[in-house]
């Protein structure tokens, strides 16, 4: 099986390897109606399978080690991509990436979480989870757009920034409140796209725009499902119990207000696809940069600070 840890995929992947191999064989008729056959197969095994996902597989699915990173994206919307590296304070951090890049031929800057495919570059990447220094690159890159007039534009796929005692030791409490802090004021428009995993301020640090976008089957939480479940019931098997209690799968989140529009997945998610994938963030982008674009930066401003004021509503009884 292509994907052994993830049980409630397997009716898909069943398929989708004999279509792999079929397809890459010389074509015949009786190939060709073989091959016929089992698209209609994978068809109906992703409607089955994608009719009832609950939110822990959601939140597997937004991890999927074939799911397309940052730099998939970077690379499938935009192009002449110059990636800057170093916060000009203590060095680079490989778990973002944040550059400049041409848009449909205008110039904006870019940014995001980017994890690893090998287990080489998931170390170098530091699994995506940066440290202070990460931070304020994206921080550097950030304020070099607003001198320019240049939109921001972020990709978040992260489970949280790192823990470790090297950056506490470098601040990184600050540094994702200062980022925090300066998004909230950056007069160009900003446009935030949740990819895979939005994990805690580790995501934050990155998500405050005048958009926030959010694929189908990513993930946006405070915390992880297993983070969660060790804190309210000290058990991590409690992960799945915690995960539809958080209410951190996209259509929850629109429902919530908390982003502004889910943006649809290629049938059986953008593993299957990345290229679609990248095409369909792409249509969303640029229809929310248009407007954005027309609008002056006080009232971007303004609009930014009132989206953001009305997280978080309650009603006292």
């Known amino acids: 099986m292509a994907v052994p840890t993830y049980p409630f995929l397997e009716p898909v992947e069943r398929v989708r390897e004999k279509l792999r191999e079929l397809e890459g064989g010389s074509p015949t008729l009786d190939r060709e109606e073989t091959i ?31 799911r397309p ?27 973002i990436v944040a550059g400049f890049a041409l848009f449909d031929g205008e110039p904006v800057a870019v940014m995001g979480h980017q994890k690893g ?37 972020t990709f978040i796929d992260t489970p949280g920034a790192y823990p470790g005692l090297d950056a506490e030791e470098r601040g990184q409490a ?22 895979g995993e939005g994990g805690s301020g580790g995501a934050l640090a990155l998500g405050i725009g005048d958009r926030v976008l959010m694929l189908e089957h990513a993930v946006y939480s405070v915390i992880s499902p297993e983070g969660c479940a060790a804190i309210l019931w000290k058990d991590q098997a409690r992960a799945e119990e915690a995960a539809a209690a958080l209410r951190l799968t996209a259509s929850d989140l629109r429902k919530l207000g908390v982003v502004d529009e ?3 997945e290629p049938p059986g998610g953008a593993h299957m696809d990345p290229a679609g994938a990248a095409e369909l963030v792409a249509a969303s982008i640029r229809r929310h940069l248009r407007e954005l674009r027309r609008t002056k930066p006080d009232t971007l401003l303004h609009r930014r600070y009132k989206k953001f004021r009305s997280l978080g509503q309650f009603v006292e009884r």
């Open 117 to 153: 495919r090998s287990t080489t570059e998931k170390v170098r990447r530091n699994f995506g989870m940066p440290r202070p220094e990460g931070y304020r690159k994206a921080l550097r890159i950030m304020e070099m757009a607003a001198r320019f007039g240049r939109p921001v534009i």
């Open 69 to 95: 990173y940052t730099l998939d994206f970077i690379h499938g919307t935009m192009n002449e991509f110059t990636e800057l590296h170093g916060d000009r304070c203590f060095g680079d951090d490989p778990a």
């Open 262 to 264: 889910v943006i649809p």
């Open 36 to 66: 016929a056959e089992l698209r209609r197969e994978l068809q109906e095994a992703i409607d089955r399978v994608f009719s009832s996902l609950t939110p822990w597989q959601q939140c597997l699915l937004a991890r999927h080690p074939e």
């Open 174 to 195: 600050e540094a994702i409140a200062r980022n925090l802090e300066v998004m909230a004021r950056l007069p160009v428009p900003i446009v935030i796209v949740v990819t």
